[in-house]
């Protein structure tokens, strides 16, 4: 069963713009959530990851927002770029195990297209 | 320090064949994932291998598939009998420790099977 829910399937917005991708979980056991970015013909490089114990993370035009109670946290770029035009891909896994976090529980990922 | 390096990048077998797919870590890595990508999915984990140890298979097939991660070389995956459905891009990622957090993944091995 998919564990990791990621919507919206595909997004397009004009440059300069906001992209908000959203992700839901079910495991509770849950406790690392990065972010990959992934290019075709490329494989998936780490973006931004937060931890259940913040509420919000930002890296330059990256924030993750983090909800606990509703299972929930989303990736929103600022000031989109045609260059962040890719392939992003939440995940979550048990990080606290050690031998676990690295066993990623993958979202269906988004196809974000940025119009110039 | 070059990446994490996977060949072939694409493999195309008939049914019933083998095949074998290469992964190579980052200098100095000695962890590394195995994950497969099925058309308009995300990635779902196969296998976590040590140097010489396999750690979790639990999300390979139990026949058919196995993995390994010898002292000396490349990480190997391996598909006997391939079917159609096996189809996919298998992406290896690497790790310098347990607790590192960061997955460096390669750019994957394209398998078609005809």
């Known amino acids: 069963q998919q564990q990791v829910k990621q919507s919206p399937q595909s997004l397009i917005v004009q440059k300069g713009g906001i992209s908000i991708i959203n992700c839901a979980y079910e495991?509770?056991?849950?406790?690392?959530f990065p972010w990959y970015q992934q290019f075709p013909g490329k494989g998936p490089a780490l973006l931004i990851a937060?931890?259940?114990?913040?509420s919000e993370k930002k890296e330059g035009r990256f924030t993750i927002s983090f909800n606990k109670s509703a299972k929930q946290f989303s990736l929103h770029i600022m000031d989109s770029q045609p260059g962040d035009s890719a392939t992003y891909f939440c995940a979550a896994s048990r990080g606290r195990t050690t031998d676990s976090w690295g066993k990623l529980q993958f979202g269906a990922g988004t196809q974000v297209v940025v119009t110039p | 320090n070059a990446g994490v390096m996977q060949n072939p990048r694409h493999l195309v077998r008939r049914r019933g064949q083998e095949a074998r797919l290469r992964c190579s870590p980052m200098k100095g890595h000695s962890h590394v994932y195995w994950y497969r990508q099925l058309p308009e999915e995300g990635l779902k984990f196969m296998v976590y291998?040590?140097?010489?140890?396999?750690?979790?298979e639990s999300g390979m097939p139990k026949e058919r598939f196995s993995a390994e991660f010898p002292k000396e070389g490349p990480s190997i995956l391996r598909i006997q009998q391939v079917v159609r459905g096996d189809s996919a891009a298998y992406f290896c990622?690497?790790?310098?420790?347990?607790?590192?957090?960061?997955?460096?993944f390669g750019s994957g091995t394209q398998l078609s099977v005809l």
């Open positions: 990622a690497s790790s310098p420790r347990t607790t590192s957090e960061k997955l460096f």
């Open positions: 495991n509770t056991a849950f406790d690392y």
């Open positions: 937060i931890r259940p114990d913040v």
């Open positions: 291998l040590q140097k010489e140890n396999i750690i979790d």
